[in-house]
């Protein structure tokens, strides 16, 4: 039988203490300013090992002052 590799999860924290101010977006050490309208951890978004590997990639791209866009099927 083949093993089978176990899959590490990233880690979300949200914090609902209703205090109005900045927004941090914490990823591999860099810590970014988020500037938009925050809205919480969507139910819609299935995560897996290819949509991590996307966000590391734009949190890279974004840390590396270059840009990066999402294409999808449609």
Do not use: W
């Amino acid at each position: 039988a083949e093993d089978i590799p176990k899959l590490t999860r990233t880690l979300t924290t949200v914090s609902t203490d209703y205090q109005f101010s900045t927004c941090y977006v914490q990823q591999l050490g860099n810590v970014f300013s988020y500037d938009y309208e925050y809205l919480g951890p969507s139910m819609h978004l299935v995560i897996t090992p290819l949509t991590e590997r996307a966000f590391l990639a734009l949190g890279h791209a974004l840390k590396t002052f270059h840009c990066a866009t999402l294409i999808g099927p449609n």
